[in-house]
T-cell receptor, first 110, second 118 residues
Framework: SQKIEQNSEALNIQEGKTATLTCNYTNYSPAYLQWYRQDPGRGPVFLLLIRENEKEKRKERLKVTFDTTLKQSLFHITASQPADSATYLCALDLWANFVFGPGTRLSVLP | GAVVSQHPSWVICKSGTSVKIECRSLDFQATTMFWYRQFPKQSLMLMATSNEGSKATYEQGVEKDKFLINHASLTLSTLTVTSAHPEDSSFYIC??????????????FGAGSRLTVL
């Protein structure tokens, strides 16, 4: 079965810096890989998705890359702000269902 | 955009009672909804896939008789935790796919329901 690892349980960075979160998976590459943000006590919110034939996707300060050879996705937040502090989940879209990673708790320090 | 409403947002109940959690897609029809359970500082654990008009598909290890799922309409799925016990205390989250408008296989989540069983 698919397993997903996210680089670290928690990541602290200084405001203004770029946060880079890593998602690694095993087995076969999904058609889509997605990133979600979850705030404490709330449901996840969709941020970005990237297709298997795309190398990079951008949305405002967010950038996602997808390397099917390495079986890895990187999620970048540039010019990070304290409001970006949250848990970020990567998810493999397996058509019939989704498999979520354990998440990385990002703290942006002022 | 797609909105999923989940109620109640929190509930406290006595051991042995049953609790029903509702999940509604407000502005779209969802033939499929997903129910997740989340423990503190852990990721989402898929419990079951709810299919409109048919039986839910449960993940391995999830008790069907304990967690009753009903998807009676295209906009409503319910999860009933029967004879709840303290070990059932958790954060339950539903999600749905807006298959017709999103243009992609994106999940919209409810806000979650915090269940505490005394």
């Amino acid at each position: 079965s698919q397993k997903i690892e996210q680089n670290s349980e928690a990541l602290n960075i200084q405001e203004g810096k770029t946060a880079t979160l890593t998602c690694n998976y095993t087995n076969y590459s999904p058609a889509y890989l997605q990133w979600y943000r979850q705030d404490p006590g709330r449901g996840p919110v969709f941020l970005l998705l990237i297709r298997e034939n795309e190398k990079e996707k951008r949305k405002e300060r967010l950038k996602v890359t997808f390397d099917t050879t390495l079986k890895q996705s990187l999620f970048h937040i540039t010019a990070s702000q304290p409001a970006d502090s949250a848990t970020y989940l990567c998810a493999l879209d397996l058509w019939a269902n989704f498999v979520f990673g354990p998440g990385t708790r990002l703290s942006v320090l002022p | 955009g797609a909105v999923v409403s989940q109620h109640p947002s929190w509930v406290i109940c006595k051991s042995g009672t049953s609790v029903k959690i509702e999940c509604r897609s407000l502005d779209f029809q969802a033939t499929t909804m997903f129910w997740y359970r989340q423990f503190p500082k852990q990721s989402l654990m898929l419990m079951a896939t709810s299919n409109e008009g048919s039986k839910a598909t449960y993940e391995q290890g999830v008790e069907k008789d304990k967690f009753l799922i009903n998807h009676a309409s295209l906009t409503l799925s319910t999860l009933t935790v029967t004879s709840a016990h303290p070990e059932d205390s958790s954060f339950y989250i539903c999600s749905a796919r807006d298959e017709y408008h999103s243009g992609a296989n994106v999940l919209t989540f409810g806000a979650g329901s915090r269940l505490t069983v005394l």
